[in-house]
C-alpha cells in the first residue's frame, strides 16, 4: 500500500497506520518467558518498556510512560487492548484507534478517514466508514480525541532554547542561518 506522499515505496516506515507496518512481531526467550506463547492481539509498545522491567524485576518509576503487562500476557482468556497510533513521518498527519475490533484512520482533528474491521479485515482493504452506525462511529473517534487529550496533557513542556554558543552562532552564520 503506497500512501508516502513521496511516492516511494517499500522504504521506511512512519508514513501510514496500517498493519503492515504497525503490527511488529515481538518474540522473546529467556528464563520466565512461556515457550510457545503466541499472542494474536495488539500490544502497544509503549507498554513494552514497562513490561520488560517488570519482568527484569526492576522497579518502574513514576516518569516510566506505559503499563507492565505481564498480567496480561500470562491471562489466557485476555481482552483487546486498545492502541493508539500517530503517522506523521511524511504528509498529513494522521491519528489511528483500534478499539480491539474497529481501527479509525483519522485526520489530526479526529475525522475519520478510514474504519476497518480487523476481524473481518485484517488488511483493511474495505472502509467502513460509510456504512457503520454513527454511534459506533462517534464512539471511536471520542476515544481516539481523549487518547490525545490525555498525551497532550501528560507530554513535557517545550525545552528552554537556551543561549547559542559564539561557536555555534558562526557555525549557523556560515551555512546562512542567522545574521
Same mark, same amino acid.
Given at each position: 500500500?503506497?500512501?508516502?506522499? +513521496?511516492?516511494?515505496?517499500?522504504?521506511?516506515?512512519?508514513?501510514?497506520?496500517?498493519?503492515?507496518?504497525?503490527?511488529?512481531? &515481538?518474540?522473546?526467550?529467556?528464563?520466565?518467558?512461556?515457550?510457545?506463547?503466541?499472542?494474536?492481539?495488539? =500490544?502497544? &509498545?509503549?507498554?513494552?518498556?514497562?513490561?520488560?522491567?517488570?519482568?527484569?524485576?526492576?522497579?518502574?518509576? *513514576?516518569?516510566?510512560?506505559?503499563?507492565?503487562?505481564?498480567?496480561?500476557?500470562?491471562?489466557?482468556? +485476555?481482552?483487546?487492548?486498545?492502541?493508539?497510533?500517530?503517522?506523521?513521518?511524511?504528509?498529513?498527519? +494522521?491519528?489511528?484507534? =483500534?478499539?480491539?475490533?474497529?481501527?479509525?484512520?483519522?485526520?489530526?482533528?479526529?475525522?475519520?478517514? /478510514?474504519?476497518?474491521?480487523?476481524?473481518?479485515?485484517?488488511?483493511?482493504?474495505?472502509?467502513?466508514?460509510? =456504512?457503520?452506525?454513527?454511534?459506533?462511529? *462517534? /464512539?471511536? +473517534?471520542?476515544?481516539?480525541?481523549?487518547?490525545?487529550?490525555?498525551? &497532550?496533557?501528560?507530554?513535557?513542556?517545550? *525545552?528552554?532554547? /537556551?543561549? &547559542?554558543?559564539?561557536?555555534?552562532?558562526?557555525?549557523?552564520?556560515?551555512? /546562512?542561518?542567522?545574521?
Amino acid at each position: 500500500r503506497n500512501e508516502d506522499p +513521496r511516492g516511494i515505496y517499500g522504504i521506511g516506515h512512519g508514513h501510514n497506520l496500517y498493519e503492515e507496518q504497525l503490527h511488529v512481531p &515481538l518474540i522473546l526467550m529467556g528464563p520466565g518467558a512461556q515457550a510457545g506463547l503466541v499472542i494474536e492481539q495488539s =500490544f502497544s &509498545l509503549v507498554d513494552l518498556m514497562p513490561t520488560l522491567l517488570g519482568h527484569l524485576r526492576v522497579p518502574l518509576t *513514576a516518569d516510566i510512560d506505559g503499563v507492565d503487562r505481564r498480567e496480561w500476557i500470562a491471562d489466557a482468556q +485476555r481482552e483487546d487492548l486498545s492502541c493508539a497510533a500517530e503517522s506523521i513521518a511524511y504528509g498529513p498527519e +494522521r491519528k489511528s484507534w =483500534f478499539d480491539g475490533r474497529y481501527k479509525l484512520h483519522a485526520d489530526d482533528m479526529g475525522n475519520p478517514v /478510514g474504519i476497518y474491521d480487523l476481524d473481518a479485515d485484517p488488511d483493511e482493504l474495505v472502509d467502513l466508514t460509510a =456504512f457503520l452506525d454513527s454511534l459506533t462511529v *462517534a /464512539g471511536l +473517534r471520542e476515544q481516539l480525541l481523549e487518547w490525545n487529550e490525555a498525551a &497532550l496533557v501528560a507530554a513535557p513542556p517545550p *525545552a528552554d532554547p /537556551g543561549e &547559542l554558543s559564539s561557536e555555534m552562532r558562526e557555525g549557523l552564520r556560515s551555512l /546562512g542561518y542567522v545574521e
